[in-house]
């Protein structure tokens, strides 16, 4: 069956800090990869997508994420996090090849930014 | 162009109630999606729809949910003999009609409560 995993459910860092959110997807064939953000309150915002071509994704708010075939992995990273990034951050997956192209979500991380 | 629009944003209703949530697409787009969110949870997708036809309505419980995209007007999502279950944010998503529909633009949700 299809599915996302996102391992971490809640991660609490200083401002800052490093950041990188693990997901792993489960799906047989080809796959577009999504990171989609919520701010509280607020409805789902695309952070980057992947579709094809180069593996290291750039989007936007200084996010990037890294799609590993192999290891059917798609990390999402910042390298220095501020505290408006405080929400939280959902993987996501779908098929291009589906006429029904719905998209399968992990459970989402909760990030949390101290000031 | 205005985003996907979601009507009511917040929605009570007791128990035994119906609940109709409506969803205009943005503006060129054919293709609409209902998700749910339960608490602590991300998006289950529940029932993607082009104008006048389901195309997939595998995520919707079999009793009690319904959806339809008529000609004209906006998506509704109609929940009969609504239970306290039901309680959950629902989320709507659009996207263009032909060609890369693979990213979705969501609406703000209608947060639904059952009391």
């Known amino acids: 069956a299809q599915s996302v995993s996102q391992h971490n459910h809640h991660v609490i860092l200083s401002e800052a800090a490093s950041l990188e959110l693990g997901c792993n997807y489960s799906?047989?064939?080809?796959?577009?990869l999504f990171w989609y953000v919520q701010y509280p309150g607020q409805h789902l915002q695309l952070l980057l997508k992947?579709?094809?071509?180069?593996?290291l994704v750039k989007g936007i708010k200084g996010f990037e994420a890294e799609f590993i075939k192999s290891k059917f992995s798609f990390n999402l990273r910042k390298p220095s996090v501020q505290w408006s990034d405080t929400a939280e951050y959902f993987c996501?997956?779908?098929?291009?090849?589906?006429?029904?192209?719905?998209?399968?979500f992990g459970s989402g991380t909760r990030l949390s930014i101290r000031p | 162009n205005a985003g996907v629009m979601q009507n009511p944003r917040h929605l009570v209703r007791r128990r035994g109630q119906e609940a109709r949530l409506r969803c205009s697409p943005m503006?060129?787009?054919?293709?609409v999606y209902w998700y749910r969110q339960l608490p602590e949870e991300g998006l289950k997708f529940m029932v993607y729809?082009?104008?006048?036809?389901?195309?997939?309505e595998s995520g919707m419980p079999k009793e009690r949910f319904s959806a339809e995209f008529p000609k004209e007007g906006p998506s509704i999502l109609r929940i009969q003999q609504v239970v306290r279950g039901d309680s959950a944010a629902y989320f709507c998503?659009?996207?263009?009609?032909?060609?890369?529909?693979?990213?979705?633009?969501f609406g703000p949700g209608t947060r639904l409560t059952v009391t």
């Open positions: 729809l082009q104008k006048e036809n389901i195309i997939d």
């Open positions: 996501a997956v779908n098929s291009p090849y589906s006429s029904a192209s719905k998209i399968i």
């Open positions: 799906y047989g064939g080809t796959v577009n």
């Open positions: 998503a659009s996207s263009p009609p032909a060609g890369n529909s693979y990213e979705q633009y």
């Open positions: 992947y579709f094809s071509g180069d593996p």
């Open positions: 503006k060129g787009h054919s293709h």
